[in-house]
Each structure stands twice: as C-alpha cells, then as structure tokens.
C-alpha cells in the first residue's frame, strides 16, 4: 500500500459532487484552509483543515510540503486533437494576406494538410510525438485529457491514432479518454457525396472500432463546409446505438443546427460554441450537455467569444473550458492560457473558471464519478499551484504556475 501525506496546504479549493456544476452552482468552490490530503493507492483517504493532520507524518510512505500554496484537482482537459503528422505553421503567410479559416480548407489545406501528414507518419513517430504533448500537460496541471482522431479520415489511419492512444492510456501516467472522428473534413474524393460517406462510417467503421473498444465517444464537425445537422443526426444516431457517448463540434464559425442537434440528442458535450444562439443554449440545458468552451480557438482565430455568462446566468447550461490543442486553430495546450481567457474574455469568476477545467470537463469526458473534485473516494490527482489563490492563476498568464502534479497520489 502506497500513502502520500500532503501538508500546509495554504488553500485547498475544490468544486464538490460529482456531476456538471451549472447556474450558480458553477461558481461555488469548497475552499479549505491550512489543509492537509491523505492518499491511500491512488485514492482519496481524508482531508482536513485548520491544521490538522489526517495521520502521523511517520505512518506514511511519502510526505509533500505544500509550503502555504494553493492546490487544486488536477487540471481535466476535455477537447484536444493532440495526435498529429506535422505542424501548419506554413499557414502563416496566407494568413496574413487575410485567408480565413474556412478558405484554407476549401482550397484543401487545413485540416486536409495534417491528414496527409498524418497518413505518412509511423505509429511510433505519432507516439513520440504525443508523449512530449502528454508530458507538457502534466507539466502544465492536467492530469486527465481527451484526445480524437480525425487526421486519418480513412479506416487505416484513425485505427492507427487511435491504437496509438490507447497504448499511451496504458504506458503514460496521464489518463487519455480517445474519440473517434472520422467525419473531421470531407476529403475531396466525397465531396458532394457526403452521405454515402457518412454511411460508411456508421455501417463498417463505427463497428468496427468499437468491436475493439478503440475509443469510448463519437464526434462529428458539423460546420458550413463540412457535414450537416441532417447528415451528423444519421451519424450520432447510429453512434449512440454502438454505445459510443456523443460529442459534436458545433456553431463554430457557422450556426447550422448542430448546438440543438447536441441538446436533443442529449449529447454528452458540445464543442465550441462561439456563434450559438438561444435556440441552442435551451437545447444544451435541456439535454443536460456539458458546453465545452474553447477560448484558445476564438483567440488564435481572432474570432469571436462563446457567450459564455449567458450560458451560465440565462440557460444553465454546465460551461467546461479546453484547449482544443490542435495544429490549426489552436497550436497551444497551455490550459492555464485558457483559465485566463475564461475571466479575461468570458468574464468568469475564478470558482466557475475552476469548475469549469476540473469537474464540469470530467462530466462531458463520463469520468465525474472519478476525478474533477477533490473528495474522500476520488482519484487523488492534484495540483500545487504557485500561487496563494485561484485569483493568481486567472491574472498571472503566460507562466506555467503550477509546481507540483500528483497523479493518482504519485508526483509526476
Ligand atoms: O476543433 N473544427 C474542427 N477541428 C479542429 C481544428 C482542426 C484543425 O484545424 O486541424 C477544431 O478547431
Ligand atoms: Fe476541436
């Protein structure tokens, strides 16, 4: 049995219960002060306050000082495409000449650039690759990520990602949560055949990956351009037959269904969010879907903001924040940049900018049962901050403040 014994921990702040926190209870926060937490295999045995101690420091096999400093759950981050061929840092000239998002992609590059680069690379340059990524994170306070597919578009290469992941799931101390999305982009040879496409992915892939429990959630880029509601509803409803859990990347530069599509579909979450209106905020509070916010995209794409306080004050829609790491519209994994975009640009408190990168990701990702808070029974994944409070994280950005991650009561 392996215990780990965290003292003098000036602040212990946590979101409590295990289910996506909405409304005014997003901005709620247990906050605990002169705290110490015990660790029992990985587990939560008990924490206490006011400078008490759950267990004589001599009965435990490790002891951390926290030295007065924040800790927090470790950081769940809920949206990110991390496995990838290659970089798009090419894009920048044409960028500059005013190229949008949506005209790189329709004269086949984009998305469609990272595919071919994807299709060239070995499953062990994709796993080296990620690994660094993974390391970054955990560095950064994540202790539990997603990641997709969508860069193979054929059987051959998402199997590959997704092999891939699952191998890192098993080998890396980060816990990875894999979706599958082949329809990411439509590849020229199904342009205007879209359907027959989207009817092979529910008639022999979506089978066939699940048959070898690749990937626990489905996702579909419903976009102007891309697929639409009516051809991502085909899809997520044969999806939701297979078992998968439902995820949809909707209203990101155009509204075209797809945020209500999410909520009737009780989605489990629905990405980005930046251009969605009323209709589709009652659909997500209505199906119980977690938004999961994407601020890092907005910046890098100098779009808009997802209207996030409406979400929280108007609709009760439970608001998550991720990366979305990807070599397009957000080449940064930095989830303590978007934690300051949550109050710079969503004008977020720091509880609900803390519910929204710990317990409210958990719940779109189906792992709130285990992680997202810190409680007696839960994973002991942590983090000590520097930092006295979760005012400092939100107003400090471009450094990484977090000194210390523990995962699963180990220090990584
Ligand atoms: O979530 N929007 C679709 N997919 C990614 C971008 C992928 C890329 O550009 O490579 C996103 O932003
Ligand atoms: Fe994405």
Redesign the pocket.
């Known amino acids: 049995m392996a215990t780990l014994l965290v003292k003098n921990i000036g602040t212990l702040q946590t979101p409590v219960g295990s289910y996506a926190h909405k409304g005014k209870e997003q901005g709620e926060n247990l906050k605990l002060h002169n705290a110490a937490i015990l660790a029992e295999d990985g587990i939560i045995k008990a924490i206490t306050s006011d400078g008490q101690l759950p267990c004589r420091e001599e009965e435990v096999d490790s002891v951390i000082d926290a030295e007065g400093n924040l800790l927090t759950p470790g950081l769940v981050e809920g949206h990110t495409?991390m496995i990838f061929g290659g970089y798009?840092q090419n894009e920048i000239p044409l960028k500059l000449k005013g190229a949008g998002?949506l005209d790189i992609l329709r004269a086949g590059g984009?998305?469609m650039d990272?595919v071919r680069k994807t299709r060239e690379a070995t499953a062990e340059e994709l796993y080296e690759k990620t690994e660094g990524f993974l390391d970054e994170m955990m560095s950064l306070g994540v202790t539990t990520c997603e990641a997709k597919s969508?860069?193979g578009i054929d059987l051959e290469t998402e199997v590959k990602m997704l092999e891939v992941l699952k191998k890192l799931n098993e080998e890396h101390p980060m816990d990875i949560v894999s979706t599958f999305m082949p329809a990411?982009v439509v590849e020229e040879q199904w342009k205007g055949r879209e359907a027959e496409f989207i009817k092979l992915c529910c008639e022999e892939w979506m089978p066939y990956v699940k048959e070898r429990d690749l990937a626990e959630f489905i996702d579909i880029?419903t976009?102007d351009s891309v697929f639409n509601a009516e051809e991502s509803k085909i899809y997520l409803e044969r999806a939701r037959e297979l078992g998968y859990g439902l995820k949809i990347?909707a209203d990101?530069i155009e509204a075209i269904g797809g945020s209500v599509l999410a909520g009737e579909m009780k989605a489990k979450s629905a990405?980005?969010l930046i251009v969605i209106d009323d209709a589709g905020m009652a659909s997500l509070a209505k199906g119980g879907t977690v938004a999961m916010l994407?601020p890092g995209?907005s910046f890098y794409l100098g779009a808009t903001f997802a209207p996030a306080r409406r979400m929280i004050d108007e609709f009760g829609v439970p608001v998550a924040m991720a990366s979305?790491f990807?070599?397009?519209?957000?080449p940064s994994l930095n989830l303590q940049f978007v934690m300051n975009l949550g109050y710079l640009k969503y004008r977020m408190t720091p509880e609900e900018i803390l519910t929204a990168v710990t317990i409210n990701p958990a719940a779109g990702i189906n792992r709130e049962k285990t992680v997202g808070t810190l409680e007696v029974g839960k994973q002991a994944d942590m983090v000590i901050w520097n930092a006295p409070n979760m005012e400092m994280l939100c107003y400090r950005f471009g450094s990484n403040l977090a000194l210390q991650t523990i995962k699963k009561g180990i220090l990584v």
């Open positions: 495409h798009r998002y984009g998305i990272t969508g860069y990411h880029f976009e990347h990101e990405e980005h994407l995209t979305d990807n070599p397009g519209s957000c």
